[in-house]
């Protein structure tokens, strides 16, 4: 079975710092391109930073610019998403994906509805005093 699991997610005060990790079971993640997405209670799903199989390429929406940090340690075939000085409106769940290196990861990461990718069931994080 084919699986994508998130966790780190909690509750933190404005300006505290969280660490999400994806990792898989049934495939090597490190042979994919991954991605984190967040949905905000009645918004949209949306992009927040992807990074390339390979080469270590990154993309980061510009509302985390400078804030939030994407890695990935292929020995453990784990992709952290590193989250400073968060702010109430990064409150979402965050769901990591994952999908075959054929895009530009900017590409990967504006492109919630593309269907050649697997999604994990999310993480709930809240920010807030």
């Known amino acids: 079975q084919l699986q994508l699991v998130e966790s780190g997610g909690g509750l933190v005060q404005p300006g505290g710092s969280l660490r999400l990790t994806c990792a898989a079971s049934?495939?090597?993640?490190?042979?994919?391109?991954i991605g984190w997405y967040r949905q905000a209670s009645g918004k949209e799903r949306e992009g927040v930073s992807c990074i390339s199989s390979s080469l270590g390429r990154t993309y980061y929406a510009d509302s985390v610019k400078g804030r939030f940090t994407i890695s990935r340690d292929n020995a453990k075939d784990t992709v952290y998403l590193q989250m400073n000085s968060l702010k109430p409106e990064d409150t979402a769940v965050y769901y990591c994906t994952a999908e075959p290196p054929h895009r530009a990861v900017q590409a990967m990461c504006v492109s919630p509805g593309y269907e050649n990718r697997y999604w994990g069931q999310g993480t709930q994080v809240t920010v807030s005093s």
């Open positions: 049934g495939f090597l993640l490190h042979h994919y391109a």
